[in-house]
């Protein structure tokens, strides 16, 4: 590991084949500023932001990472910011002429002898924590659960060491909405699939109320594990067996009990990497998201698939504008084909309801160098890494295959963490450019930063800096190793996240494409 | 007040223009069973559901409360059950043939000299409940703002003993949102108007992340209220000036610390009942919720009206089906025609989504005997009163007027709830037939029984038992003045709420009618 002078004009340019690179020094650089190569800044740049390496004709292509990000608006000389301005927005890659598993990479050799310490599953699955969950059908029970919870862990989790956490599966979804209409069966399938999460221990117990919409039997058939047909896990606040709040709150507490003492018998055992199922996810990203975080990620990523776990990549506006490079990777024909049909799934709901591609990249996603969608998606995608796609699922679907995974969501970043949990994520990669406090009590979130000056700035949220890529203090070979080496130590509960050091875990949000009655 | 045999076979019928009457008696009524009247069933019929008063060939309508809910899918004899398989679901009303404004009622006798003891606003408005609420522009500062807010109430709330609560507007909103999609407005103008909510003592506070689609300005302009152009009322996470996350809390709290220091400060003055803003709405209704609950809330709606408040009803799913009815009672067209609109709109929402209409009434309700959402809408609609309707809202937009006021929402409980806070409601009254543990903690919420069963069997989640009506124990004009008064008390901070005294406070839950990315 070499250390630069940090004061040095640094830029970074991603491949080859590209006509553009991004300043890498904090606070950006002056005209004038000379860089590697012999190019000189014409105009000040800020930090993240593009500028031209050769002369640019109007219409000439901005090319980054080997891809044409969009067309210049004017004439741009070598050396001048290359701003949002200046950059028209192609058109999104039409779906009926993809390539389809055109490229698909050659699996890469296996790495064998990974392990972590996690926790078994009758159903095979494995856990790295060993929480109770309590589902709840309906947005009537929430505020109750969450009182009952307080309760549970006052009274009962301190006799029961072994068990991490209580967490309620809260929602606005049961009631009061359309769930005969299509795309309903998304929420439905996902709560069913969150209480199977492997980091629950196979202990589902669902809260109802009595009269809403959403049955327990069909948020989560009885047929769904062997233990929910031996032991009764619903517990209904309209049953006439309960005279008021107190008896009900006993009930939950005493069902929760059983369910406790069993989760406190287990104990940690030796699981290959290959029990990982691993989501990324990235949020508040800048232009060295693509650059330094969502790269060493992807190498990271490929560590995993070749240790045989499963990786999910996800965010569908966020790959849209790069699907081409997708459908290319993919495995094999079918799978590309569903890639497709995912597209075609969110372009039409999109549609719906008028929304405007534009939307994405946000104001502070653009402020950080993101000139568009495409540049965005092309940062996005370096989190998968190389790896060939072996699967492709619907949002909330339970992932049942290892390798590479295109787990289809929206970008909003807890609507994604819900979706990648209900898919059966057991551990949680997320990276950051401007900087976020993202936590989910369901699986432990390792934050990556995309800036040192993140990473300094935020040292108790940020858990991993990938800036050190930008400043030339690290490659991404060795933050994609010091991560995959964090993945096995947070799964064996070794080290601790900051999100969970702080408690920082969001409410589960659904993605609930149906209308509200 | 007369006290008859609890045993005596009773019914209910709401109109004498009405050909069907429900059961009253606790586990239904046995064949054979001798009604009022000479009238004798001749099956059995549940408790709640209705039974025929006259012979009714193939065809004939079925009348309730003077209205046709349907016809007679095969002849019904006098005495027999008339279940949900028995009536046809009638054609929503036309939107485009509504009587407008032809049957205004004549204003009642104002109520003079009722009043309540709250905290003035400067704007004017006045709050039963002394609440600093922090507000969030995004997701991903939830649960950072409740860690804050968990100290808060730990470290700070303790010296401020006139400050009842501090409470997290937290939401799934702000990013991850197509932000200029139409429906858009909805949220948006929701988040901000629960900001200025008359219980929050005109002091906002809004924590920011800082990259986010809907930034401050754009949530709650400081031209809302004079404080916010003199004093900084936003915290951004990614300022430079933050190191840290103990940085950021500390900031959150210093202030948060002002605030609770203004707010302890105010005490309770009296108000007149003018000052109320009173919500009203139903959730897990029942047959018998049209027949007691809600006319008792009707009447007490009337008697708020004649004391110059503010009462608002809501759900548009729930009075579609009348809505005849309403545009017929408007004050005057163009009141008329804004109903008119707001349908329209929803009938639009619903369309685009393929929802579909007999999704509503639920499984519950249709078991508690209400056979489709007409019946539904009528037993709905009673909670309404007999005043004319003065003004009619959009969702989340703030009320400005006073009398009674069709605030349009979801019928789905807790988006109705923050829907009708973001209007300025500072009092609530629920109503429920198969029984929830319904409550916000923005406004207090009474919550009023359909039955008497339900209203023991819960004693400490029911606030008010109007099953008395049913059971001869009292009149609807009875627990109207009954509910009158405890709103006054309860207004008043004499009286606490089931929901209040156990803390039982759902999180908010946002109307967005647009996509998510
Ligand atoms: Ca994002
Ligand atoms: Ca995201
Ligand atoms: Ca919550
Ligand atoms: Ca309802
Ligand atoms: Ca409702």
Same mark, same amino acid.
């Given at each position: 590991?070499?250390?630069?002078?940090?004061?040095?004009?640094?830029?970074?340019?991603?491949?080859?084949?590209?006509?553009?690179?991004?300043?890498?020094?904090?606070?950006?650089?002056?005209?004038?500023?000379?860089?590697?190569?012999?190019?000189?800044?014409?105009?000040?740049?800020?930090?993240?932001?593009?500028?031209?390496?050769?002369?640019?004709?109007?219409?000439?292509?901005?090319?980054?990472?080997?891809?044409?990000?969009?067309?210049?608006?004017?004439?741009?000389?070598?050396?001048?910011?290359?701003?949002?301005?200046?950059?028209?927005?192609?058109?999104?890659?039409?779906?009926?002429?993809?390539?389809?598993?055109?490229?698909?990479?050659?699996?890469?050799?296996?790495?064998?002898?990974?392990?972590?310490?996690?926790?078994?599953?009758?159903?095979?699955?494995?856990?790295?924590?060993?929480?109770?969950?309590?589902?709840?059908?309906?947005?009537?029970?929430?505020?109750?659960?969450?009182?009952?919870?307080?309760?549970?862990?006052?009274?009962?989790?301190?006799?029961?060491?072994?068990?991490?956490?209580?967490?309620?599966?809260?929602?606005?979804?049961?009631?009061?909405?359309?769930?005969?209409?299509?795309?309903?069966?998304?929420?439905?399938?996902?709560?069913?699939?969150?209480?199977?999460?492997?980091?629950?221990?196979?202990?589902?117990?669902?809260?109802?109320?009595?009269?809403?919409?959403?049955?327990?039997?069909?948020?989560?058939?009885?047929?769904?594990?062997?233990?929910?047909?031996?032991?009764?896990?619903?517990?209904?606040?309209?049953?006439?067996?309960?005279?008021?709040?107190?008896?009900?709150?006993?009930?939950?507490?005493?069902?929760?009990?059983?369910?406790?003492?069993?989760?406190?018998?287990?104990?940690?055992?030796?699981?290959?990497?290959?029990?990982?199922?691993?989501?990324?996810?990235?949020?508040?990203? #800048? @232009?060295?998201?693509?650059? +330094? %975080?969502?790269? *060493?990620?992807?190498?990271?990523?490929?560590? !995993? =698939? &070749?240790?045989?776990?499963?990786?999910?990549?996800?965010?569908?506006?966020?790959?849209? #504008? @790069?699907?081409?490079?997708? +459908? %290319?990777?993919? *495995?094999?024909?079918?799978?590309?084909?569903? !890639? =497709? &049909?995912?597209?075609?799934?969110?372009?039409?709901?999109?549609?719906?309801?008028?929304? #405007?591609?534009?939307?994405?990249? +946000?104001?502070?996603?653009?402020?950080?160098?993101?000139?568009?969608?495409?540049?965005?998606?092309?940062?996005?995608?370096?989190?998968?890494?190389?790896?060939?796609?072996?699967?492709?699922?619907?949002?909330?679907?339970?992932?049942?295959?290892?390798?590479?995974?295109?787990?289809?969501?929206?970008?909003?970043?807890?609507?994604?963490?819900?979706?990648?949990?209900?898919?059966?994520?057991?551990?949680?990669?997320?990276?950051?450019?401007?900087?976020?406090?993202?936590?989910?009590?369901?699986?432990?979130?390792?934050?990556?930063?995309?800036?040192?000056?993140?990473?300094?700035?935020?040292?108790?949220?940020?858990?991993?800096?990938?800036?050190?890529?930008?400043?030339?203090?690290?490659?991404?070979?060795?933050?994609?190793?010091?991560?995959?080496?964090?993945?096995?130590?947070?799964?064996?509960?070794?080290?601790?996240?900051?999100?969970?050091?702080?408690?920082?875990?969001?409410?589960?949000?659904?993605?609930?494409?149906?209308?509200?009655?």
């Amino acid at each position: 590991m070499n250390h630069p002078q940090p004061d040095r004009p640094r830029s970074l340019r991603m491949d080859p084949r590209d006509n553009v690179a991004i300043v890498v020094n904090a606070g950006g650089l002056r005209e004038g500023a000379q860089l590697e190569g012999g190019l000189t800044l014409t105009e000040p740049v800020p930090e993240a932001h593009k500028f031209a390496l050769n002369d640019l004709p109007q219409g000439a292509p901005i090319i980054r990472y080997g891809v044409t990000i969009g067309y210049a608006t004017r004439a741009i000389q070598r050396g001048s910011w290359v701003h949002e301005g200046l950059i028209t927005l192609p058109e999104a890659p039409a779906l009926d002429s993809l390539p389809l598993a055109t490229e698909t990479p050659k699996p890469q050799p296996p790495l064998e002898g990974y392990t972590f310490q996690g926790y078994r599953n009758p159903d095979g699955t494995a856990g790295t924590k060993n929480i109770l969950a309590i589902s709840t059908t309906v947005q009537c029970v929430s505020s109750s659960v969450e009182y009952a919870i307080r309760r549970i862990k006052a009274e009962l989790l301190p006799r029961y060491p072994n068990v991490d956490d209580v967490v309620a599966i809260t929602h606005n979804y049961g009631c009061g909405v359309a769930i005969n209409a299509p795309g309903a069966e998304i929420p439905i399938r996902t709560l069913g699939n969150l209480a199977l999460n492997p980091n629950l221990g196979g202990e589902p117990l669902v809260v109802s109320l009595g009269c809403e919409k959403m049955q327990p039997s069909r948020m989560l058939p009885a047929s769904k594990l062997p233990v929910l047909r031996e032991e009764s896990y619903v517990m209904r606040f309209q049953d006439e067996e309960y005279r008021g709040f107190g008896d009900i709150i006993a009930a939950i507490m005493q069902m929760a009990e059983k369910r406790l003492d069993r989760l406190n018998q287990r104990r940690r055992v030796t699981c290959p990497a290959s029990d990982l199922v691993v989501g990324l996810q990235c949020g508040g990203s #800048d @232009a060295f998201s693509g650059a +330094t %975080a969502n790269p *060493a990620v992807g190498f990271a990523s490929d560590l !995993l =698939v &070749r240790a045989g776990a499963t990786v999910m990549f996800s965010e569908v506006t966020e790959v849209r #504008d @790069a699907i081409d490079l997708l +459908t %290319a990777r993919a *495995a094999d024909e079918s799978v590309a084909r569903e !890639l =497709v &049909r995912q597209m075609h799934w969110y372009d039409a709901y999109l549609g719906r309801g008028d929304a #405007d591609r534009s939307a994405n990249p +946000t104001p502070g996603n653009k402020e950080g160098g993101l000139a568009n969608i495409v540049e965005k998606s092309l940062g996005s995608i370096a989190k998968a890494g190389t790896s060939a796609i072996t699967g492709v699922f619907g949002p909330g679907e339970r992932v049942t295959k290892k390798g590479l995974i295109f787990a289809a969501t929206p970008a909003s970043d807890f609507i994604c963490g819900t979706l990648q949990l209900a898919a059966s994520m057991n551990m949680h990669i997320f990276t950051t450019g401007r900087g976020t406090p993202y936590g989910l009590a369901m699986a432990p979130v390792i934050k990556v930063a995309s800036r040192t000056e993140l990473a300094q700035r935020w040292p108790d949220l940020i858990d991993l800096d990938a800036g050190r890529i930008a400043t030339g203090h690290a490659t991404i070979e060795e933050i994609g190793w010091e991560l995959f080496r964090m993945v096995l130590e947070v799964a064996s509960g070794n080290q601790q996240t900051w999100a969970d050091h702080w408690g920082l875990h969001n409410d589960f949000a659904l993605f609930n494409p149906a209308p509200v009655t």
